[in-house]
Each structure stands twice: as structure tokens, then as C-alpha cells.
DNA sequence: TCTATTGGTTGGAGCGCTCTAATGCTGTAG
DNA sequence: CTACAGCATTAGAGCGCTCCAACCAATAGA
């Protein structure tokens, strides 16, 4: 289990040290010759540099920290994805932990991510307080994805939750619904966002929106849609909805389907995220796409800039979700 | 950005760096007057250890890698959350990557996680081949979930799956069913497994094994049950299937629903994995349960164990899955 | 011929910590 | 009053690396 060090690669290479880590480094200032000599030596030993030490050495690291604020969310899983693509092209190691959505979980990720002095960290819809993040930001760079901050000292990469909804509804109304109804995603992060996104279309089109209270799981969606048909009586159902996120809308349709309502004949519903479960043929949800990847890039980018020194001021990117047709939307029957 | 030293913390608290070391490891041999001292010094400064030079000092790690064959799917992300319990508890941290599914990705993610020297490292369904692993283990402990070696280097976790598979094909036998057929999963890890299993308990019950090449995914169980039902003319359709996994199920479901056959009316189905996938309302799957958090305890445990030397001989946990029974299952018809 | 210059190479200090051995300081026994 | 524990504390070396300044040819310019 003991690895070899540079000194034993130099030893045999019959080089010093430094020149060992001159060649590791890639430097230029190194003779063809010694150069193969050494990468021959350290071939033969089976060496490769020690992170850890290195960044002590140089006071630099090229860690990268990221938080989940939930590993089973497929949403960050692919935020992550095009995060850790990015890192990885500029020669940046990630190390990924998960905060379990608590906000006590997380802030103990936080810490040990911190630990490890990374070159900057990613959150990535994190529900710690902002407190938390002000005081993180003091020891690293910060980048906040799917969470908007009014810090002058963390970057964020959020899609605009605004637009989206807008989305939603113009989609269903240019297929001939009017009444259209919101579950909204509670505390989460940009569900207040949504919400707006889908009250203001809604006016823009005349129409009177009815926000109903959920949150971004399954079972949260068809409790509110059991509460609202229940009610049916003294409110008439709505033709269609615009639910939280594709979690939520997925449980939306599972309790429409349960009171015998068709999706999308009677009802259609309209998710968000185009997460893969949005994609599952079983499912075949029509969404609004966030561009997952992309946004992992630019989160990525953001740290790098700051890491470089390029950049101090603060960057706000804010990406185009756009509309994905799948089959629970269509024209309402009647 | 720059953060105390330990040398600042002991300059403050008037002690010397050796002193707070011993209060920051929680030594005892340290009088409480002193303790304070410099748990307040630490507290004002805002002080917390570095581990990378705590690793690089101590000649151990505190670090645990897990590599998670793919971020996407759930079944990992819980065996991830055990392990992170479980090490947690035990003052270890994780550092988490992604192999993408690719045995080159899976190889590149192998070497950055043994970079920093970890404890220990843990393979959630890798897919590289036995020789990384084989090469790995010579420089860290490992262990294996859901994937088997033969390597005396190696511990391994995985739940039964041929008993797993047994289950599925118990069930259905007990309803009433005669022909079940078995998607299977391809170069999967478990698949051989589950698919002998399989065979084992429908020649146990007299019945014939019909085994249909299936992969991972939803889409590829959709292919495999269009495939089969375009045969129909030749081969009688089964009235029930085991499929590979989850994931490969709802794939079958939607195939088979789209040909017009009901689920479980016409055709039961069941799972593998019981990923939140399964539970969800809409899917409600039937399912074979695996102990995704405790595997990740017990991947863990085998890992601090080799740690601690308290053992050098290999390790093979074996668990036992159970069955879930949800909406995709009921006797047939006739 | 004697400096400069350049390009390759190296020793040594030091990153923030741990760990061993040595130190000072009680208090108790001889 | 000396001797010796026993305990709390500390100096100093060293983990594997980087980085700076120094060094040493070998070549170029004067």
C-alpha cells in the first residue's frame, strides 16, 4: 500500500526531485532526454503525484467541492455531469458530497468540503440559509446553481423559472385551455419563481390563476390534486396543469388517473425540468427543459474565472428553459 | 480567502501548534484550562483543520473515494447515503465521482480518486475491468458492491440475486402463472445472476425458461418486449415477465401498453431494485427489494475494517433481497 | 579572451499539520 | 532534602510536494 514518492522516481531516474516534479507538471524547461527518463522511472514504479501534498506545496488546489442538495435527484445528477466535464478539460479533480435536503445535513457537507480547501464549490440547489453561504464565501469561491443570491461575493447559474411557466401556460392556452391551474413547489428553491412566471402569463392572457399549494415530490402533487378534486363541487375543475416540477407532476397524474380522469383528454399536465423520468415512455411528460449540462459548464466556468482572477464582480447567468411536447398536453375535449 | 493556521490559532491562545493539535484531535492528556484556551482561539478565528495536510502529516487518510458507476441511478445514489452514514459516524469523509457508465471514463475516475490517498475506496457497480480493479487494490483497500470478484484483495457486497430472482418467479408461479419470460441484462453487472436464478426456479416448477436479451433501461425493455409481441404468431406471448431491472420494467410496461395489453391484466410484470422509481405512484411496481442502505453500511464497515487491519482476508457479504408487491402483478386472467 | 545570456538542473525552504522525544513542572515517597 | 514518578507541554523533524534562487554548462556577443 505504500506508493512510491518523487524522491524514489527520482532516485532511479537519476535525477533530482525537483526536476521529477518539473516533468510531472508538464513544464517545457525540461530536456527530451531527461524528460523520458524520468517518465520512464515513474512508469516503471507505478507513480502518480500525491494531490494532497501537491496542494499544500503550491497553495493551490485543483479540487473542485460540489453539493447535492440531493443525490437522487436527477436534475443535479446531470448539473453535475456538465460541471464535472468542464473541471475535468482544465485539469480540476470534483469531489462530490450530498446534503440529503436538510439544511443541517447540508451544512455539515459544507464544512467538509471546506476542508478539503477546494479551489471553489458549487452548490447546487442548496437549502441552507444564505447566512451559511455568506460565510463560506469567505474562505472559496462560490457558485450557486438553481438558487438566486443577492451576495455580491457568490455567482449563480439559474434558469429562468419565469420564463418557463410562461412557457407552460402559453402552450396550453394556444391549445384552447382557460382554465389552467398552478401547483407550486413550496419552499423550494425556484418555486416562487414559477409561480410568478405563471400568475403574470396568466393575466397577460386574460386569465384568472389558481395557485394551489404542493411541493416538489410525487406524493405532494397527488395530495393536492386529491384536495383540489374533492373540492370539486364549489370550484370547477381545471383542464390543465402546470405542476411544480416532473416529480410533482408525475403524482398529479398518478391521483388524476385514480378519480378516472384521462390525462391529458380531461386533464393535461405539464411538468418541469425534463428530468429522464420526464422521458420514460411510460411517463412521456411534457416539460420544460432546463439545460442541465449547460448549466453544470457555466457553474464551472463561473468557479474557474474566479479561481483565475479574472473576474471579482459577481455573474448572474440566467438560461432559457425552453418547451418540450410530449403526450400529456392536448386541446381540452370540449 | 487566506484561512488561519494552526500556528495563528496558538499565537492567539498563547500555546504552541503542538498543543492545539493535541485539542483539535481530541487528545485528553490536555488540561481543561488549556482546552478552552484554544477552542475559543479556534472559534474566533474561525479556525478548522486542514486535511490535506492533516492526511499528508499523519501518513493516514481520512478519506473515503466511492465511485458510482452512474450518478443517474438512484440504486447507487442509496447505497451512497448508507456508506456516507456509516463513514460519517466513524469521522471519515467521502469524496464521491462518477464513472459515466464507461470503463475508460471509470478508469480515469479510479486514478483521481486514488490520487488523494483515500482509506479506502468503494465500487458501486464498476464496470472496468478486473485488472483496474486488481491494480487499484494494490494501492488502497477496496470493496465491491454489486459486482463480485474473485480477487483475495477485494471485500464484496452484493445482495443475492439469483434468490432475488427466485422470488420474482415464486410470485408469479403462486398467482397462477405458466409463462414467464425474463428480460435479461445484458453485460450488467448482476445479470447472469439474476438470469440463472431465474432459470433455476421455472425448471424447479416444471416451466420453461424463455430468457429475452434486454439491457439497463427502459428503452431497451421497450425493444425487447416490441420484439417479442412481433413474434407472437410463433411463440406464444408469457403472461408475465421478470425484467432485468426497474428501470428496464417500466420500459417493458410501456411497450407492452402501447400494444394494447393491459398491466397485470394481460401481462404482470416485475422488477428488480425497488428504486424510488418503483414506488411512485404512477408506476407502482412490483418489484424485488434490495437493502440499498445497509449495503452501503456494510461496504463501509468492510472498508474500515482492512483500515484498522483489523482483517486481511477478503470479505463476501451476501444480502438477502425481498419482494415488494405493488399494482404490476396479478393472477391471469383465464 | 572575457563577459553576458540562455536553458537546464538542483538544493533548500516551507506549505499545515502530526508525532516522537525531550522538557518542565508538580507532587509524593524515601 | 533529594529522587522519581507522572503529567502537561513543547521543540523539531518530517509527510510529499512546489517554488525560488542559485548554479552550471554551453553558446553567443563584444
Known amino acids: 500500500m505504500a506508493r512510491?514518492?518523487?524522491?524514489?522516481v527520482a532516485r532511479v531516474a537519476n535525477v533530482s526531485r525537483a526536476l521529477v516534479s518539473l516533468v510531472m507538471r508538464g513544464s517545457p524547461k525540461v530536456s527530451a532526454q531527461r524528460r523520458t527518463a524520468v517518465l520512464e522511472a515513474a512508469e516503471k514504479l507505478g507513480y502518480s503525484p500525491h494531490v494532497m501534498a501537491r496542494a499544500l506545496a503550491s497553495r493551490t488546489s485543483t479540487v473542485l467541492g460540489v453539493m447535492l442538495s440531493d443525490l437522487h435527484n436527477p436534475f443535479f445528477a446531470e448539473v453535475a455531469e456538465g460541471l464535472d466535464a468542464a473541471a475535468r478539460a482544465e485539469g480540476f479533480e470534483l469531489i462530490i458530497n450530498s446534503g440529503g435536503r436538510s439544511p443541517?445535513?447540508?451544512r455539515r457537507a459544507l464544512n467538509s468540503l471546506l476542508s478539503f480547501r477546494p479551489a471553489g464549490l458549487a452548490l447546487l440547489g442548496p437549502v441552507v440559509p444564505s447566512s451559511a453561504i455568506e460565510s463560506a464565501a469567505e474562505e472559496s469561491p462560490i457558485v450557486l446553481v438553481s438558487r438566486s443570491s443577492r451576495l455580491s461575493t457568490v455567482d449563480t447559474v439559474n434558469d429562468d423559472g419565469e420564463a418557463g411557466s410562461r412557457m407552460a401556460v402559453d402552450h396550453l392556452v394556444s391549445l384552447?385551455?382557460?382554465?389552467?391551474?398552478?401547483?407550486d413547489g413550496g419552499g423550494g428553491s425556484q418555486s416562487a419563481l414559477r409561480r410568478r412566471g405563471y400568475q403574470i402569463?396568466?393575466?397577460?392572457?386574460?386569465l384568472e390563476p389558481e395557485v394551489i399549494r404542493s411541493e416538489y415530490t410525487d406524493a405532494a402533487g397527488a395530495k393536492a390534486i386529491k384536495e383540489m378534486l374533492a373540492a370539486r363541487n364549489t370550484v370547477p375543475a381545471p383542464t390543465a396543469i402546470v405542476a411544480a416540477n416532473d416529480y410533482?407532476?408525475?403524482g398529479a397524474i398518478s391521483a388524476l388517473e385514480e378519480a378516472g380522469l384521462r390525462v391529458p383528454q380531461d386533464v393535461s399536465v405539464i411538468g418541469y425540468d425534463n428530468t429522464s423520468l420526464a422521458s420514460m415512455r411510460h411517463?412521456?411528460?411534457?416539460?420544460i427543459d432546463q439545460p442541465r449540462t449547460e448549466m453544470g459548464r457555466l457553474a464551472a466556468e463561473a468557479l474557474l474565472q474566479r479561481v483565475r482572477e479574472d473576474r471579482t464582480e459577481p455573474v448572474r447567468?440566467?438560461?432559457?428553459?425552453k418547451l418540450v411536447t410530449r403526450s400529456t398536453t392536448c386541446s381540452p375535449l370540449s
Open 283 to 287: 411517463v412521456s411528460l411534457t416539460t
Open 201 to 206: 402569463a396568466m393575466r397577460e392572457h386574460g
Open 248 to 250: 410533482n407532476a408525475v
Open 176 to 183: 384552447g385551455h382557460r382554465r389552467i391551474a398552478h401547483l
Open 4 to 8: 512510491p514518492t518523487m524522491e524514489d
Open 317 to 321: 447567468k440566467l438560461l432559457h428553459p
Open 104 to 106: 443541517a445535513r447540508e
